[in-house]
């Protein structure tokens, strides 16, 4: 090279970038020795100036220094880039031998427990879940139910109007008439989980929004025994396989013959404690025979179909299994009550 101060140029430029420690000092070197501004750029714009024989000779040699130099720093920055990453890994590297922090997830409301643990139960035993509207017409709710207007069995499930044929559901049970009417004369065998409405005020044992599940089978010679023993499968799944249940007689104005269902209480055997108020039976759910009004109104004729019915409250199967005083705990989402239910992973 014949050019003194372009050598000077180069020898600067390689010392520096032999000595660069980090790929930010590359950068700034890059810009002094190579960029517009730079001298050997300046020194390249003057080359007009140059006597002409001289300018060919002149021109290889800026641009052998610009290569150099361009070189030289690619061939740093890959080795700083891969010095950085080792001690970026080694800085990061987690020592899996100490003890994790235990991670905690969101607990689940037990009302939604339950729910699913007592749907799981009735679809172990073939039952189909199907819905209904929760904004439900009087005819639904009430007539073919067998409950026509001014029956004072509506006195019982007075609920929020929405205007005079429109109410909120007072029960699950406007379902059945929907499945049948949707099954036309084949045979059923569902659930249908659901909220429920009823005009109480809230106290630690009422809520004015609740939830039940409706079981409904129809079939030929679906008789009592049937009723009797589905519910206490379920009795037993859902509180322990010693479970008995005892059916009182009731009304509903549905199902005929009507029952109250008991299970023996599961706290003292059914000798008699606090919680079951020394009874030694717990009230869980009403269910009972469907009427041959219902059938018949819905399109089954009663003369060859039968069947039973059944409503429990999901909130008060809750309250049983888990010990729970007051039903408003479910809704009001206070996470001290929820974090009881939370699971540690
Ligand atoms: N619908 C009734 C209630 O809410 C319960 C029930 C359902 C009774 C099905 C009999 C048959 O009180």
Do not use: W
């Not at 717990?282 to 009427?291: D, Q, R």
């Amino acid at each position: 090279m014949k050019n003194n101060k372009l050598k000077d140029i180069l020898q600067n430029a390689l010392g520096t970038i032999e000595k660069a420690l980090s790929l930010d000092a590359l950068i700034n070197i890059k810009n002094t020795y190579l960029s517009k501004k730079s001298e050997l750029m300046g020194m390249m714009s003057k080359i007009g100036e140059l006597p002409p024989e001289e300018r060919k000779e002149f021109g290889q040699e800026v641009n052998e220094v610009k290569t150099t130099i361009a070189a030289s720093l690619d061939e740093k920055m890959a080795e700083l880039s891969e010095k950085e990453m080792a001690e970026k890994l080694k800085k990061e590297e987690i020592d899996i031998s100490l003890p994790s922090r235990s991670l905690t997830v969101g607990g689940r409301n037990p009302f939604h427990i339950i729910k699913d643990e007592m749907i799981d139960v009735f679809l172990g035993m073939g039952f189909e879940v199907a819905d209904g509207p929760e904004v439900e017409s009087d005819e639904f709710n009430f007539e073919l139910l067998n409950i026509p207007k001014d029956h004072p069995a509506r006195d019982m499930q007075d609920t929020f109007y929405i205007d005079k044929n429109t109410l909120l559901r007072t029960h699950t049970s406007p379902v059945q008439a929907h499945v049948m009417a949707e099954k036309k004369g084949e045979a059923i065998r569902v659930i249908c989980p659901g909220k429920t409405y009823r005009r109480d005020d809230d106290d630690a044992t009422h809520s004015h929004q609740f939830a039940q599940i409706e079981g409904l089978v129809v079939d030929k010679d679906i008789n009592i025994g049937h009723l009797k023993a589905t519910l206490e499968l379920f009795a037993q799944r859902m509180f322990g396989e010693k479970r008995k249940i005892r059916l009182r007689s009731s009304y509903f104005p549905f199902t005929e013959p009507s029952v109250e269902v008991d299970i023996d209480c599961a706290n003292c055997g059914g000798k008699g404690c606090s919680m079951c108020k020394g009874t030694g039976y717990i009230e869980i759910l009403g269910g009972g025979m469907v009427h041959p009004n219902v059938l018949k109104m819905n399109g089954y004729d009663p003369e060859v179909y039968s069947g039973f019915a059944f409503g429990i409250g999901i909130e008060r199967v809750a309250i049983l299994r888990y010990g729970i005083d007051d039903i408003r705990r479910f809704y009001q989402n206070d996470v001290r009550f929820l974090h009881q239910f939370r699971k540690k992973i």
